[in-house]
């Protein structure tokens, strides 16, 4: 458990996210730093080349999409520069996995967080497991998931990249695993990013890295008490 006064003349708000450049998990004045500098910028490189390699792809996939390429100036410029995007978006989630890979173990807890009675009365506002730490059940198997996606999609996308290297029979899988891996992926990510927007101070944590104490209270009530100390009533 950390506290950081606030210097005189300046805001809570202000405070703390001039501490969250480089600390998290901190309590400040009525203000939780929840994701350091360094968190966020990982997590934006994977927002971002997720969305680039999507667009890029596209219009690769089908002709349907085929309006996409103009934003990249055509088809043969979306074939080049889509494999390079996925290679970024798959050491953005390399750098993922090392800073979240701890925090993100399931424990028996977070199983049952995933039931389906639970998960539904977690959409409706109405439930929070009072032992909910920093991520629910429900962030720490996005993470796991997000994860497993990226390698099918880092694999399958070498074969495909370079297909004179690898047998026919390989690279028909490939097409098949890519292609369910990447609509699986965007499912997954719109789901993610409504969450994130349709709940108010969610997104703020991802952009200057603080959340308020009554938003940390009811999402991750375990998590507000470490941080700030308190006791669980
Ligand atoms: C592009 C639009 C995206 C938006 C608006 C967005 C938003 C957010 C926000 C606000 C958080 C913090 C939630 C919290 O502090 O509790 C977060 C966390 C996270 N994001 Fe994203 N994200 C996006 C894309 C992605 C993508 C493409 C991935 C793919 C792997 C991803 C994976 C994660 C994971 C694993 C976490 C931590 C667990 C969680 O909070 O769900 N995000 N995201």
Known sequence: MAHVVSPPNVGHADAAIAVARSLEDVEVGDRIVRHTLATRLMHWLVGTSFILSFLTGMPIWTPIFGWMAALFGGLQVCRWLHPFLGVLFSVGLLWMAASWWSQ???????MEWLSPAYFAKYLRFESTDPETGKYNGGQKALF????LGGVALFLSGLVLWFPGVFPQALREVSWILHDVAFIAFFLLIIGHV???????????????????????????P????????????
Request: aromatic share 12%; charged share 25%.
């Open 104 to 110: 993100m173990v399931m424990s028996g807890r977070d």
């Open 144 to 147: 796991w998931i997000a994860l």
């Open 194 to 220: 409504y969450l994130a927007i349709a709940d108010p101070g969610t997104f703020e944590s991802m952009v200057d890295g603080t959340v308020s104490k009554p938003w940390a209270r009811l999402h991750h």
């Open 222 to 233: 375990r998590w507000y008490r470490d941080v700030t100390g308190e006791q669980r009533k």
